[in-house]
């Protein structure tokens, strides 16, 4: 049987087909009432929670930017290293880039088995 409508608490909320209605004064109102209990307790538990209420928003946003600065911090390390592994990859470090491990194989590359061949000529290219 369903209820008239003055016999509705006022913390009922009201069901519509997919979604419930947000009375925002009505969460407004509780969340007063919920911090005017916080900072009524004056003892030392009161007030670490009064203290972590007003601060929780602080912390939020400070892990939210440690975590965002984490993952840039992983993918600027990472991206060159990753786009050097079509060249090669350094058996010193695997996150060393093949340029900066190995910097003279360009002409080792180029000239193939012929280096050590070509190192008796003069015109030869030394290290």
Same mark, same amino acid.
């Given at each position: 049987m369903q209820e008239p409508k003055s016999m509705l608490?006022?913390?009922?909320?009201?069901?519509? @087909?997919?979604?419930t209605s947000t009375d925002w004064? +009505?969460?407004s *109102?509780? @969340?007063a009432y919920?911090?005017?209990g916080l900072r009524s307790r004056k003892d030392i538990r009161g007030r670490v929670k009064s203290f972590?209420?007003?601060t929780q928003g602080w912390i939020l946003s400070a892990l939210?930017?440690?975590?965002t600065a984490t993952i840039a911090y992983v993918v600027d390390v990472s991206e060159t290293p *990753?786009?050097?592994?079509?060249?090669?990859?350094? +058996?010193?470090?695997?996150?060393i880039s093949e340029k900066r491990c190995c910097p003279d194989d360009g002409i080792n590359a180029i000239l193939g088995n012929l280096g050590p061949i070509m190192s008796k000529y003069p015109f030869s290219v030394r290290r």
């Open positions: 608490v006022s913390d009922d909320r009201v069901w519509y @087909d997919q979604f004064v +009505h969460d *109102i509780a @969340d919920r911090v005017k972590f209420d007003g939210v930017g440690f975590v *990753i786009f050097d592994w079509k060249d090669g990859y350094c +058996h010193d470090g695997f996150l």
